[in-house]
């Protein structure tokens, strides 16, 4: 079985700066691939997804060119500004560019937009239907209450596949189900929608989380998505906030050790192998 770290990030900070870590985080250092690759091997996982950070042009040049140089990154899912007039032409000059095979996907950061409709602007639509037409996959981060919108988005691009990042972020703290678990399912009703099983624990009271928090929301995408639609991602290194990068690979297959073999494979693996062309 091949093992897919389908979400996790990477960032220098002598390059670009990310203001989204607080000054005394233990995120504000560099994390690069070589700093994953030997937890990686030790995990047992094979290929990854390095996934954008920051909304800068420059950023995904960069990761498809560590894509190029580092055997464990098998795709980048990078950032463009959806709403530029050329965004096609865009994607395919960064399709050109050293690792630009590796080009597997676009995402924003949707969760930062005051809209909560922001994706179904008309200008936004007209990107995705952009990135459907070059082959490619749009990630959504975003926030419980961004959901509707995202329903409403992949229906009306049905020939675009959409991946939930993080579960679309429950709010794991109050333990609170609803009305994240609604629009999840409506969501998962979709054909053309897939799920990361990713970033449970940093959405988890750090100082008290157990499993038993995480479960009902991992079986809730679980049972909506279905595996074949389920993908793991260990969101390193903003993940070592509440668990190492071994015990994040553990924890996954806690979780869904009462599937069988095929589906937990697809979980592990197989749906991002597809999802991502790697």
Known sequence: MTVVDAH???????????DWIAPDSPLRRDF???????????????????VQTVTVP???PEFLALAAGHELVAGVVGWTDLTRPDVAEELARLRRLPGGTCL???RHQVQGEPDPEWLLRPEVRRGLAAVADAGLVYDLVVLPHQLPACVTAAESLPQLTFVLDHLGKPPIASGALEPW????????????????????VTEADLATWTTADLRPYADTVLDAFGPARVMFGSDWPVCT???TYGGTVALTKELTAG?????QADVLGGTATRTYGL
Do not use: F, Y
């Open 58 to 60: 420059e950023e995904t």
């Open 8 to 18: 996790h990030h990477v960032w220098d900070l002598s390059v670009r700066d990310q």
């Open 259 to 263: 599937l069988d073999a095929a589906e």
């Open 32 to 50: 690069t691939p070589a700093d994953l690759a030997p937890q990686a091997a030790a995990a047992g996982v094979d290929r990854t997804v390095l």
């Open 181 to 200: 678990a609604t629009h999840v399912r409506a969501l998962a009703g979709l054909p053309n929608t897939v799920c990361k099983l990713s970033g449970m």
């Open 241 to 243: 906030l509440g668990l």
């Open 104 to 106: 597997k996907g676009v």
